[in-house]
Nanobody, 125 residues
Framework: QVQLVESGGGPVQTGDSLRLSCAAS????????MGWFRQVSGKEREFVAA????????YYADSVKGRFSISRDTATNTGYLQMNNLHPEDTAVYYC??????????????????WGQGTQVPVSS
């Protein structure tokens, strides 16, 4: 059974840092790309960051570029999203996802077929 489990979310204040984890089971990230998305209630799921597990470039939304960093640990098959200098507008449920998107679909959510359950990140001012 393929499963992605996020962890590391929780309430923080403006300027704080947080690291989200995405542990994969039943799937080896190797040939896949890992993406991070976020969603606010009533809004569409929004792309945050992505990278191909085996290497290649990293992709970031303009709103998080320079503050967020995506990484992975191949030994534990775990992905990470390091979030620094958090703002209230970063408040959302954060999801990790795995897929085999083309470069043209690495940002849209349709490029990913496996999703985690989400972890909440509320940022207070």
């Amino acid at each position: 059974q393929v499963q992605l489990v996020e962890s590391g979310g929780g309430p923080v204040q403006t300027g704080d840092s947080l690291r989200l984890s995405c542990a994969a089971s039943g799937i080896t990230f190797g040939p896949y790309a890992m993406g991070w998305f976020r969603q606010v209630s009533g809004k569409e799921r929004e792309f945050v960051a992505a990278r191909r597990w085996s290497g290649g470039g990293e992709y970031y939304a303009d709103s998080v570029k320079g503050r967020f960093s995506i990484s992975r640990d191949t030994a534990t098959n775990t992905g990470y999203l390091q979030m620094n200098n958090l703002h209230p507008e970063d408040t959302a449920v954060y999801y990790c996802a795995a897929g085999r998107p083309l470069t043209s679909t690495i940002r849209p959510s349709r490029g990913y077929g496996t999703w985690g359950q989400g972890t909440q990140v509320p940022v207070s001012s």
